[in-house]
């Protein structure tokens, strides 16, 4: 066992949330250490765009310019494929400063994203530790010691304890696990499963995203980076356990990755439920395996609780119909940061920083759970598409409205 090491604040989890919180705070003169399970590059199920509201926040953060050279091209328009409809409308624009061209979101791989920020992290202080897991999380005295089992044969028996006065749950909401922070483990039919694909050579117009509605489940596609078109939905668990035992005797196809009994059934069920994705992917070629994850966990959680702070996921998500889970993970660590700044480190100081960090925090995310859930219940319900799609057919600009509904132009609160 290791000697004990001190910083002052401690980050589980190395996503868009924890990293972006940890270089927020290395760059105001904090010791800062990040825990993170998983080696980098690594791919996650994710939609993969970032809103154009967050380029000012990037460029905080000293990304910036390496985020433009690298993410997909700006997404000018919104869509509706379900069924046989494709309808199109504008994305709504807006005003961000610097600079105030850019009216216009991206989208990046999250292999590529979280490893820029990592990386940046690292280079302004932060220690990172890395392929790491946190055990435990336990007071001690006026700090709390986090246990962290390293992933390595050569470590001994790789077990770390990091103390600070902060400890910060940015591991998602995924995966269940014996921390404080993660929520329990259950197992219902309605639970939505995520999947995700890259694909080469497809022909989705570069500008647009369109939502993806299909029997039991919804998603989207946006043209990332190097080419690469991202693919993410989500599905009842019921509606896959159906495709695998009905479908489970159709050939396969490259695109499947081999995966006929999950990946391959929702699959199929995209290219047969959508005519615009298998217009989209008529030619195209996996890029890389097909992932899965979930179930997912939309809601509004206590972003103080336990003396654990929580961003990203790990506070509240909204069902990722919108797409704006990348948005919200970036922009939580902002606010957090933003009251942590100056903020005393004993246990009360702690617990008036978490109340304001929470009234923030539903401020400015609150409104887009709630519609995400609207939107996705209806979705999911019978018929539901088909109800969608009429009010679109009649109305396209509804989707320009629901994306604005979605937070896509509203500013960071301090970086105007």
């Keep these: 066992m290791r000697r004990p090491s001190t910083h002052d604040a401690i980050v589980v989890g190395a996503g868009p949330a924890g990293t972006s919180l940890a270089l927020l705070l290395a760059r105001r003169g904090w010791a800062v250490a990040i825990v993170e399970k998983k080696m980098f590059p690594r791919r996650k199920v994710c939609g993969e765009f970032i809103s154009a509201s967050n380029l000012a926040l990037l460029d905080r953060l000293e990304v910036g310019d ?77 700090m709390q010691a986090v246990r962290i089992q390293a992933k390595d044969e050569n470590s001994g028996d790789g077990t770390t304890f990091l103390r600070a006065p902060v400890v910060v749950a940015a591991h998602g909401s995924w995966e269940p696990g014996q921390l404080p922070s993660q929520l329990g483990k259950v197992c219902h039919p309605s639970d939505l499963l995520g999947f995700k694909a890259h694909f080469t050579g497809a022909s989705l117009a570069p500008d647009l995203m369109p939502l993806l509605i299909f029997p039991g489940g919804y998603g989207g596609m946006v043209l990332a980076d190097h080419g690469r078109l991202s693919i993410s939905c989500c599905i009842r668990r019921d509606m896959l356990a159906r495709l695998r035992k009905t479908r489970g005797s159709e050939p396969d196809d490259p695109r499947q990755d081999g995966h006929p009994s999950a990946a ?147 500013a960071i609160p301090g970086l105007g």
């Design 264 to 410: 391959g059934a929702v699959f199929r069920h995209l290219m047969t439920s959508c005519r615009g994705v298998s217009d989209a992917l008529d030619g195209a070629r996996l890029d890389g395996p097909w992932l899965a994850a979930g179930p997912i966990r939309p809601g509004i959680r206590a972003c103080y609780e336990n003396d654990i702070f929580r961003v990203g996921n790990a506070a509240g998500e909204s069902h990722p119909i919108i797409a704006e889970g990348i948005s919200m993970a970036l922009q939580s660590s902002w606010l957090l940061a933003t009251e942590l700044a100056d903020a005393p480190s004993d246990r009360a100081g702690r617990e008036g920083t978490g109340r304001r960090y929470q009234a923030a925090w539903r401020g400015l995310f609150s409104t887009r759970v709630y519609a995400a859930a609207a939107l996705a219940g209806m979705a999911l319900r019978p018929g539901g598409a088909a109800l969608i799609g009429a009010a679109v057919r009649n109305f396209p600009r509804a989707l320009t409205l629901g994306a604005h509904m979605s937070g896509k132009t509203r």
């Design 66 to 142: 390496t985020w433009r050279a690298n993410a997909g091209p700006e997404i000018r328009r919104v869509g509706f494929f379900s069924g046989a409809t494709c309808i199109e409308a504008p994305m709504p624009g807006g005003k961000y400063q610097p600079p105030a061209k850019e009216a216009f979101g991206r989208a990046l791989g999250r292999d590529m994203l979280d490893f820029l920020l990592l990386q940046a992290a690292r280079s302004a202080g932060a220690e990172i530790f890395q392929p790491c897991r946190a055990v435990s999380i336990d007071q001690d005295g006026g």
